[in-house]
């Protein structure tokens, strides 16, 4: 069963000082469940629901809506291809090609060590450093093929 730890529940209590209705805190008590557990289960999104005083259908509908919230396992590091339009025309097919045979894996899947996974996602806001993915929250921007494999080589 999900429990916030007590250092989040203490975050908890402090954003509801800030807002007049606690379904408000949905995206950062969200963010907190995915900082704590790497990602948002069924057990979880119910917690937030019962904990916010809303329908668990609202909260399984922002989870879903907004790509940065995973609703599965992730592998420790969570390489996400922005694939939008500008990333697009300076290759990000590329980019992703490479990671894929690189891996071993396809879009969307983790390799079996559980080290990484790989998805698309839409436009990051760094059109002008295209193209770009991110790792967790850490943008690696102008990319090559060889520029991947020199930051895949540097994660231990
Ligand atoms: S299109 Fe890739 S960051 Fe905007």
Known sequence: M???NDNNLRRVEELKKRYPAVQALTLPVLWMVQEQEGYISQDAMKYVAELLHMPYGHVLGVVTFYTMFHSVPTG?????????????????????EHLEHRLGI??????PDKKFTVTETECMGACGFAPMFAIGEE???????????RILEGLS
Do not use: A, W
């Not at 291809?81 to 990000?92: E, P, Y």
């Not at 943008?139 to 494999?149: A, F, I, S, W």
């Open 2 to 4: 999900f429990i916030l």
């Open 76 to 96: 420790r590091y969570h390489i996400e291809v922005c694939t939008n339009v500008s990333c697009m025309l300076k290759g990000s097919d590329r980019i992703l």
């Open 106 to 111: 396809g879009c969307g899947q983790t390799t």
């Open 139 to 149: 943008y690696h921007e102008n990319l090559t093929p060889e520029k991947v494999d």
